[in-house]
Every structure is written in structure tokens, then in C-alpha cells.
């Protein structure tokens, strides 16, 4: 088994050598656990793992200010996407916040996320109004109070793949623009959020800040993040395909744009009205994006410039070697509990 194992690792180091880029899905294999065997021997070896391409926009420049990601939902790969573009974004990930569907809230990794104060949300219209008063009652005494920075949202309410449908039936009946790549979003939660953390000046109007004035001090919410992910081929990468590792190598790119808070209305109508447009935008990206394998030039700009992102294995392995520790404990926590009512 050592010897295949071996074989495999000079084969990828072949590949990569020609330029092909791997992914956390490139590995193969036919159980977990010779999955992960060879990921902690390929991390160790030095083999580079998973390769994400970002376009757009740098966010780095705005990562000691508060901001809100605003991402497109293809699949639950697209969660572990962020969180590897985010790791080199100074202390983004230590001090944000998720909302998640409430079904993680009862994972290994939901555990974590319930202590780090996420906010885990139910779907369906019936809780859809108790929901919105729970976030707001949740950011009012979780986000400042636990020095939070960034809040990930995920406006679509679903992934694409199931939400697709009813979307471009509703843009039919209300003459809305139909969308094929993404989803119309919700303005709910969005709203919720901007009301509650966005710093209102004496006349009122957000108080946010500017690209070119980054030493601004301006408290509040100063940044919305416009995040788009895609995958070559329109093919998402879930959850299931990082841990078993299946599919062939691909790389994710991530397309970002920064908006200050001041351009975004605040107003119910308006600010559904500018969440429309930039998903009219992100459709275009992605468009553009399944036809050439690239994102678009930004305006003023001849061509696009992508910058590849990448982490150091050593942290990798640890983070690994940490998910499936807290994973077996997880299953031998519902197996004791499984034995002691059955």
C-alpha cells in the first residue's frame, strides 16, 4: 500500500510539474482513510494541496475594517473555499462571523461555531420573520460585544442547484431579470444586518468609508464585499468530494469587488434593488468566466489579473489532523448516547 501511495505522490508531482494545478478533491483513492493517509504523507512530502485563484479586487486592504461578504451558493465546498481565501487576510477569520443553515449547527465543526458565536438560521418562509428578529437580537449581543469584524452571508438562502427553479419562476411572474448562474437573493437578512452595524452620521446618512482613504477611523460597518465563487465547468465542489477526495484536480476562483457602505441604500426597496444588480453583475462574471476560464478585466483595466493563493501545508496537516480528532470524538459522543437509550 506504501509503494502506491508513493507512486501516486510522483505522478501528482509529475502533474504539477507541467503546470496542472491540484486541488483537496485531486487525490483519489477509495476510502477515507487511505484519503487521508495520503493527504498528512503528501502535506509532510511538501506537495501542494489546493489552489484557489483570486480576481478582483484586494481585499487585504480592508481587512482591519468591518465589512459584509456577499457570496454566491453553489454547493457546501463553497464554505471551505472562503475559508481558505481568508486565512492569509490578517485576524478576518479569527474575528468573523457565519450565517449557516441551521442543520451544521449539530456537526463537529457546528460545535465550534456555536462557541465562536456564528448564527446558524433556519429556512422557509414560516420562519422566515422569527428568524430576521433572532439575528438582529443575535449580532446586538454577539458582534461588538466578541470584537467581530466580517460577517459572511450567503443572500441566495440556498444553493443553486435547488433554488434555481423557484428563482426564475418568481423573476418570470414580477418581471425580474431571469438568471441562469445564480439565484435572485433576499434582503432580509442583509438588511438586518446593515441596520443593526452600520454607524449613521448626524444627518443620518452611513457613515463609511472610502478605497482611498483606508486610515480612516469611521466606527461601523464601512466595506460590502461582493464575492464571487466559480468552478471550471460549472461543476461545485461539496463537502463530501474535499474529505474523500474523487474528483480530478481543478482550481476555484474567487472574483471580489468592494463597494463603501455609503453607495448601499438602506431603504427595504432600494437596497433589494442594488442586491438585484449586483447578482445581474455576478451572473455576467460567471457567464464571461464558464466561456473563456477567466473573469473579466475590471473597468479601466486591458486585461484581468489573478493572483494564486495557496496555504503552508504545516498548517494544513495540523487543521486536518484537528478535524478528524474532533470528528471521532463527535461519533463516539452519539455512539455513548446511542448505547445508553438503546
Same mark, same amino acid.
Given at each position: ?165 423557484? !428563482? ?5 411572474? @414580477?418581471?425580474?431579470? +431571469? &438568471? ?6 433576499? $434582503? /432580509? ?116 489579473? !489573478? ?5 503552508? @501545508?504545516?498548517?494544513? +496537516? &495540523? ?6 480528532? $474532533? /470528528? ?15
Amino acid at each position: 500500500m506504501l509503494d502506491i501511495q508513493f507512486w501516486k505522490l510522483e505522478v501528482l508531482k509529475s502533474r504539477c510539474q507541467q503546470g496542472h494545478a491540484l486541488s483537496k478533491d485531486s487525490w483519489g483513492g477509495s476510502s477515507l482513510a487511505s484519503s487521508s493517509f495520503f493527504w498528512w504523507l503528501s502535506t509532510i512530502l511538501g506537495v501542494p494541496r489546493l489552489v484557489v485563484m483570486e480576481w478582483g479586487e484586494d481585499i487585504k486592504a480592508v481587512s482591519k475594517d468591518e465589512a459584509v461578504m456577499l457570496v454566491n451558493h453553489q454547493a457546501t465546498g463553497d464554505v471551505c473555499t472562503l475559508m481558505m481565501c481568508l486565512q492569509d487576510k490578517g485576524l478576518v477569520v479569527a474575528q468573523m462571523m457565519w450565517l449557516m443553515d441551521h442543520i451544521f449547527k449539530y456537526t463537529n465543526f457546528g460545535i465550534v461555531s456555536l462557541v465562536h458565536g456564528d448564527f446558524f438560521i433556519r429556512q422557509g418562509r414560516s420562519y422566515r420573520d422569527q428568524q430576521l428578529l433572532l439575528l438582529k437580537k443575535h449580532l446586538e449581543n454577539n458582534y461588538r460585544s466578541r470584537d467581530r469584524k466580517w460577517i459572511v452571508l450567503f443572500p441566495e438562502g440556498g444553493f443553486l442547484r435547488k433554488r434555481r427553479e423557484t !428563482s426564475q419562476a418568481f423573476a418570470k411572474k @414580477n418581471n425580474l431579470p +431571469f &438568471l441562469t448562474n445564480v439565484t435572485l437573493p433576499r $434582503s /432580509g437578512a442583509t438588511k438586518i444586518i446593515l441596520n443593526a452595524l452600520v454607524a449613521q452620521q448626524k444627518n443620518g446618512s452611513p457613515a463609511g468609508g472610502d478605497a482611498k482613504e483606508l486610515d480612516s477611523k469611521s466606527k461601523g460597518l464601512q466595506w460590502i464585499i461582493d464575492t464571487t465563487i466559480a468552478y471550471p465547468k460549472a461543476e461545485p465542489i461539496d463537502i463530501q468530494t474535499w474529505i474523500l477526495g474523487y474528483r480530478k484536480p481543478t482550481v476555484t476562483h474567487v472574483h471580489y469587488r468592494i463597494f463603501p457602505i455609503k453607495d448601499v441604500p438602506l431603504e427595504t426597496d432600494d437596497l433589494t434593488t442594488w442586491l438585484y444588480q449586483r447578482f445581474v453583475e455576478k451572473e455576467d462574471l460567471l457567464s464571461y468566466f464558464y466561456e473563456t476560464g477567466a473573469f473579466p478585466p475590471s473597468k479601466g483595466h486591458k486585461e484581468a489579473v !489573478s493572483r494564486e493563493m495557496t496555504l503552508s @501545508n504545516m498548517w494544513i +496537516f &495540523l487543521i486536518q489532523s484537528f478535524a478528524f480528532l $474532533s /470528528g471521532y470524538m463527535w461519533y463516539n459522543i452519539i455512539q455513548y448516547f446511542y448505547h445508553c437509550l438503546f
